[in-house]
């Protein structure tokens, strides 16, 4: 054999060699895409089941929402309303009350003196002898 017959063999050998190597990732390739695609087809199924629940579910928290809405301005009304009889009471009864109980608290201030000075009669008679003395 020649040395060009001997690299003619070698070339041939490296070439059935690259042939066996590219058909075995050809066909883990081809294996892997299969699989790819038998995933993707359940996922596209498995999707629309949840797409509808999903739908779903966004209608009932839609419906919700809403009434808390109505909830919601429901309680700023009565807020509204509470503040302004606040309002009312003050501005009618606040001045009066206040008054009354100024009036009161001088009143029975007054009394508890009186008391005080009838109980103890001569408590006061110093000062008026010391300032009639003078």
């Known amino acids: 054999m020649s040395p060009g017959q001997i690299a003619a063999l070698v070339a041939a050998g490296a070439f059935v ?3 066996i190597v590219l058909a075995i990732v050809a066909v883990k390739a081809a294996r892997f895409f299969d699989e790819a695609t038998v995933a993707m087809r359940k996922a596209h199924e ?3 089941p ?3 629940e999903a739908n779903t579910t966004l209608t009932h928290v ?3 929402l809403e009434r808390v809405d109505g909830i919601t301005a429901n ?3 009565v807020t509204g309303n509470v503040s ?3 309002s009312l009471f003050t501005a009618t ?3 009066p009350l206040v ?3 100024a009036l009161s608290y001088g009143v029975s201030k007054a009394v508890k003196a009186r008391r005080k000075a009838v109980e103890q009669p001569n408590k006061h008679a110093k000062r008026r002898l010391k300032r009639g003395a003078k």
């Open 17 to 19: 060699l690259l042939v």
């Open 46 to 48: 498995n999707t629309d």
């Open 50 to 52: 949840l797409f509808v």
């Open 62 to 64: 839609n419906t919700q």
């Open 75 to 77: 309680a700023r009304a």
């Open 84 to 86: 302004a009889l606040t």
């Open 93 to 95: 009864l606040g001045g």
């Open 99 to 101: 008054k009354a109980a």
